[in-house]
Structures are given as structure tokens and as C-alpha cells.
């Protein structure tokens, strides 16, 4: 989990630095501006090795030239951008990654933003190129006590990386908004790949409680304060475990006082189940030790609350989580069991590894009942079966509201967080009918995502909802230009955007 990055901005700048990295579009040219900055002796040695090379500077592609003749740097790292049509599409973000990734042993860097004049090289640009290097550099080793010898991307200590662009000024400004976010997703990164030993109820809810220093109000209910409340549901699933369950409620009030203050704050509600052994309906052996990952949806609450308080955002948004750890102890739930949720709704356990919903359909209720939310969303590694549905690369989207989902949809293409939508209807709600309780708390073989969905709509009255099912996305997704952690930390970025975008005063 080292930080390895310092990122500082200025006006494009080659002194004492390891590692520059320059842009080059497909025409193969060097810029004129990194030309002046280099001279001429360092722009032909480049210009050599791109042609011996056959370097066509295509979008992604990069090229290192170690100890190029005429430059005091270690290398240059050629980085390609494409043509026009690549350039005005750039994804500073995934460019970011890009550089990161080929940073080789330096301790320094020093970026050019600079390239054809149709390439934008703004404060907002050089923002979120920090941001990718940030998250590509990411790596969760604070348990691994050897450096081992193909850890080829792992450098030791820091690397002050210079982002030098004629907007610098501005990029600083602006770069605070990105900062926070990153910091967002590297939190629930860490979370989310933090051990369960570690990370049970009590340690998760004390880091959320560590966002009182950005100024988030936050209260965690103990299981004592749950059981008056009357969070039976929950309480059934943590009741199996030696470790006591929790709930946390973070609040950010960053509104001017009008808009959200009168139609309510948006809710942001996640799953925390910080181990699920699936409990006596026991999961087997093989991956149950990636079941430390099932509280992805409330790492992701507790970082986009960080976000949001760390940018300041113009809005009021509530965060809630629930904690628990699914076991099988003498004490645990039974299928067959009937409990009494927070709703008044009672619920038959069939399987007790579909915890999931029991936990967020109270929390849900609550939230709902108790701040009167515009909007509520929840995430949750909720069901195996949306990664059968969509495999990892979408997260699942269920909703009673279109314009929420398509506003979802939106922030999801705009930050490569994609989300699909899966229908609801009365159809599937048959399905997790019980013989002897008001429901049953699974609905057999088929469309399991979708019945899990149905379930929780049942706590949600009319209040404008999205589930979002993120077992696919949050955890052992696969490798990106951004993301080399398990954790991924996904759905911070997607909802810090929706946020921004559509909600902010
Ligand atoms: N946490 C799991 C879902 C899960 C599976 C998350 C794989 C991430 C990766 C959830 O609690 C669960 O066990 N769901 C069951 C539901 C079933 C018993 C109806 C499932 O998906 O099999
Ligand atoms: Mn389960
Ligand atoms: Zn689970």
C-alpha cells in the first residue's frame, strides 16, 4: 500500500530527472516545443531510436530509450497518442496508467505534456493523468516483508514525478478534486484487499470513523443500539460470529444550504460482510478466501465518502454500511429460520450464504425511514450469478427509476465503470414468495441476480433506487492500465461523477 508518487506541476522542465516521458501523435515527430526543450543532439538520438524502432506513436503504444546520447536523463519514455481522431478521445486517466506503468527504476520523472497543437494539454488533463499514475502505482504490499526479484513494476521509496505543461498553474488548482478521489479509491482498494483477521466490523467501522477529519459526521451503531432499532435481519447473519456487528452512518453536508437540503440528501448504502463463509449453508473450500472482498460495496461507500468531503462537494450525501461477518458457530442461523426485519417484513432463511440482502434490506429501511433520502444507492458483491450474467466488466444495474439508471449509465461511460441494466418486475418478485413468511431470502436456481434485486426492492418503498450487484467489478477483476490490485475500488470514480454531475448546487 506504499505511496509511491509524489506528483508536483510546472512549466515543462528537463533538469535533474530520471525519467522523462514524451508524447509523440502517429506522424512519428517529435513536437517543437520538446525539441527546444531537449536540443538538437537529444532530438536526434530520439529521432534514431523511434525510426530503428519503426515507432508509429499509436495510441498506448510506448517506447523506453535508455541513456539517449546528448540528454542527462536514465531514459526517455516515448509514449504514443495516436492520430487526430485518438487524440481528441484521449483518456487522460488510462494515459496516466500508461506512463506509470513503464516508469522503470527511476527515482524521478518529468512529464511533457505537450503535443500537436489539436491535443489538449490542460489543468484538467494533467489533473487526471495524476490521477491514472496514482492508481497504477497503487500496490497493496504492506504484508509482503521480501522484495521479490520479477516484481519488475516495484520500486523502493518515492518517485517525485514533475507534470510539466504550460497550464500549471491551473492543473494545481484543479488537481486537489482529483487528489481527493484518488485518495477515495486507493481507500476502499485497501479495504477491500485488507485481510479479515484484520479488518473486522469494529476495525472497518473505526477507518470510517477516521472521516470525522474531513469533516463527515459519523455515528456507529453497536449491535446493543441495532438490536433497539430492530435490525433483526442484520443482526441474524453477524449472529454465527465471535465478532460483533456494526453499522455506520456517514454524513457530508456540503450543500448550500437550498437544493439538496430540501429534496434530501442522496443515500449511498453498502454491503459490509467482511468474511462470508456462506454460514451453515457453508460455501467450499476452494476461493473462500476471496469472500474477504464481500464488504467491496461498503469500501466503496466509505471512499466516495472520502471524495466527496475531500473535494468538497457542493452537495448532502449520506453514507451507511452495514458490517457483519458470516459464520457458522453454534449461535448461527438456521435455514428454516424466520426473522422480523427492521420493516416489519419477515423473511424465511433458505440459504444462509444469501446474508447479503438480509443486511442491506434493514439498512436500506432505515435510511429511508429515518433521513427521508432523494435518492438511495447500494452496492453490493451481492450474487455470484451476475458474473455469469456479465462477466467483469459490467457491474449489474437494477432500478425503479429511469432517469437514475440512465444518469448512472452516463457517469459509467464517462469513467470506464460501466454498469448494465437488468430488469425488474413482478414476475421474478413471485419467485421469493414463502410458504410460511412474508419472503423467502432466495428464489432458487434461475435469474439469481435478479431475485436478490427484487428482494431488496422490497425495502425500499418509493423512493428513487439503484442496486448496483458489484461482485463481478469489485474484486480480482482483471488487470488494467489503472487498477493491478485486487481490490479494485470500483464504483468510487463512477458515483463521485454522478455526483458531480448531476447533483452538485
Ligand atoms: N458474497 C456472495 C456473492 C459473491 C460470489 C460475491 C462471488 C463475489 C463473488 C453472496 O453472499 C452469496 O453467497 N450469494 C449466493 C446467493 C445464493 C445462495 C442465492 C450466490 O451467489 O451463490
Ligand atoms: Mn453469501
Ligand atoms: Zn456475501
Redesign the pocket.
Known sequence: MSEVLKITYSAPDISKTGSLIVFIGDDGQLPDAVRKLIGTTGAQSLKRAIEAENFKGKAKAALTVTAPHGLEVERVILIGIGGEKDRKETDYVRLGGVIAGRLGSAKSASVLLIGPSDWRVDGQAASDLAMGMRLRAYRFDKYQTKKRDNDTEKTSGTVSVKIGLAAHAEAKKLSKAGEGIADGVILARNLVNEPPNVLDPVEFARRASELTKLGVEVTVLDEKQLAKIGMRALLGVGQGSSKESRVVIMRWNGAKAAKSAKTGPLAFIGKG?VF?T?GI?I?PAAGME??K??MGGAACVVGLMHALASRKAKVNAIGAIGLVE?MPDGNAQRPGDIVTSLSGQTIEII?T????RLVLGDVLWYIKEHYKPSLMIDLA?????V?VALGQENAGLFSNNDTLSERLHAAGVATGETVWRLPLSTAYDKMIDSKFADMK???GRFA?SI??AQFLKRFVGDTPWVHLDI??T??GSPESDINKSWGSGWGVRLLDRFVADYYED
Open positions: 460482510v462470508d456462506g449453508s460455501k476471496d469472500m472482498g464481500d458470516n440459504n450464504d444469501a446474508e447479503g458483491t451481492l450474487t455470484g450469478a458474473l431470502n432466495t428464489g439469481g431475485t436478490a461482485a463481478g469489485a474484486m
